[in-house]
């Protein structure tokens, strides 16, 4: 069983920057970003592979969010930068296999709100 621990949320303005921490309790596994509004399906944000750290985003985050990862300390990064109001939601790190479905992904945390005022 892995345990993924977030944090890092938060209330900020539109145009602000915000970085969230994803750290597993083990190695081996890609980490995922995802995001749910109300009312709205999961989303894919971002994930990182373990092997070769190679990285893919959400065509609506993609060239303003960044995915990286401190090997050394198995953390996990989202760098949000020029948030905007719609990039509100609880935004969730998974670990599983490198995909952009919520299906390839085993584990989840709890979730962190990340909500942005205009």
């Known amino acids: 069983q892995v345990q993924l621990r977030e944090s890092g949320g938060g209330l900020v303005q539109a145009g602000d920057s915000l970085r969230l921490s994803c750290a597993p309790s083990?190695?081996?596994?890609?980490t995922g970003w995802f995001r749910q509004a109300p009312g709205k399906e999961r989303e894919f944000v971002a994930s990182?592979?373990?092997?070769?750290?190679?990285?893919s985003y959400g065509d609506s985050v993609k060239g303003r969010f960044f995915i990286s990862r401190d090997n050394a300390k198995n953390i996990v990064y989202l760098q949000m930068n020029n948030l905007k109001p719609e990039d509100t939601a609880v935004y969730y790190c998974?670990?599983?296999?490198?995909?952009?479905?919520?299906?390839?992904?085993?584990?989840w945390g709890q979730g962190i709100q990340v909500t942005v005022s205009s």
């Open positions: 998974a670990a599983g296999r490198y995909s952009n479905s919520p299906q390839g992904y085993n584990y």
């Open positions: 083990t190695t081996g596994y890609a």
């Open positions: 990182i592979h373990w092997i070769g750290g190679g990285t």
